[in-house]
């Protein structure tokens, strides 16, 4: 069964400090990984994926990605946080060669950059 | 700036009105989506009409109804709702078919009902 955790409910950082946000899953075959962001009364947008190739992967607003199979993660990382980074974020995983009805969610994980 | 609007953003009803969600995207996608956004629970993929074909959560109530006319325009038809559906209801598109196939959605209907 696909499953996707995000452990972290809520994560603080100080501005300036580099940041993580974790996400691990489980899938059958290849997965097909993806960030997205939420700031308030707004929708979801995509910040990053892995499909295949290098295993870091860079995306919009300066995050990146690295996905780790033996450890089943792909925690979203930034080198240097900005308080404008502080938002909702969504982690999401669905087989490779699936539907997208197959794609699911993390409970998401609330980032908070302290200025 | 997005390529899928939803309309209306926020809307208020009663126990026995009916009114409707709407969302068109401007992507060229062949794929849209209705979910639905509750306070510290996962995102809920209510339907999904890919391809022609329309897939749903069987664990969606009735009162919710989906309507696709064409591949940019989707509907969410409301009807006699309770409390407890009152949330967020985002709607996305992506190109299925090939390719990675991410979504993209729109700013949400925030949906309160009394």
């Known amino acids: 069964a696909q499953s996707v955790a995000q452990p972290e409910d809520q994560v603080n950082v100080a501005e300036g400090n580099p940041l993580t946000v974790k996400c691990t899953y489980s899938v059958s075959g290849n997965p097909y990984l993806f960030w997205y962001v939420q700031y308030p009364n707004r929708g979801l947008q995509f910040l990053l994926k892995?499909?295949?190739?290098?295993?870091l992967v860079k995306g919009s607003y300066g995050f990146e990605a690295e996905f780790n199979k033996s450890q089943t993660s792909f925690h979203l990382k930034k080198p240097s946080a900005l308080v404008s980074d502080s938002a909702l974020y969504f982690c999401a995983v669905r087989g490779a060669h699936t539907g997208a009805n197959n794609l699911f969610f993390g409970t998401g994980t609330r980032l908070t950059v302290i200025p | 700036e997005t390529g899928v609007t939803q309309t209306p953003r926020h809307l208020v009803m009663g126990m026995t009105n009916k009114k409707s969600l709407k969302c068109e995207q401007h992507?060229?996608?062949?794929?849209m989506y209705w979910y639905k956004q509750s306070a510290k629970k996962p995102l809920e993929l209510m339907f999904v009409?890919?391809?022609?074909?329309?897939?749903e959560n069987n664990s969606v109530p009735s009162r919710f109804s989906p309507e696709c006319p064409n591949s940019s325009h989707l509907f969410l038809h409301l009807h006699t709702l309770q409390p407890e559906d009152s949330a967020l209801y985002l709607c996305?598109?992506?190109?299925?078919?090939?390719?990675?196939?991410?979504?993209?959605f729109g700013e949400g209907s925030r949906l309160t009902v009394l």
């Open positions: 009409y890919s391809l022609e074909e329309r897939v």
């Open positions: 892995y499909i295949t190739g290098d295993n």
């Open positions: 992507l060229g996608h062949n794929a």
């Open positions: 996305a598109s992506s190109q299925e078919g090939g390719g990675s196939g991410e979504l993209f």
